[in-house]
């Protein structure tokens, strides 16, 4: 299964609210994000040892690693080679910087890393423009497998 949180419906309103601004290679509203989405799946049983977080920056992974000390956080390009029940993957596109997802290897590594679920949080907006990704994209949307975040989400 596959799950596709976009959250450009309230990526401006967050960063005005909270006075942050993202970076090419660091996303606050993700790492906001996926700090929920571990802490949901946690209450719902799942184990800490059955997620692993990826990502392409070390930046975002610093970043991940203070709200979620103990989750296990790499480098998609670590992530070749093992698997887990669920994959979160944190693409941090901000606008068209995101040069580490336009490689349709990478993004082959990191979306056949789980076993049960994959977790996908980006923008569409920004990742549309990528054409490894846009395929991607194109099924995840005819599946429904998008999922729009709205004002009260973060």
Known sequence: QVCFINYDPIHDSFHKQHGIKSTRNKNVLEANIIYQVVKSLSNAGVTPS?????????????????????????????AQGLDSNVIILSTVCVEDTTILLKDWRRLNVAFTRAKCKLIITGSVNCLQRMTAFRDYLSVMTLEGWILDLSAGDC
């Open 50 to 78: 059955d997620i692993k977080i990826i990502t392409p920056f070390h930046h975002q992974i610093g970043l991940l690693r203070r709200k979620l000390k103990s989750q296990e956080i790499l480098t998609i390009d670590r």
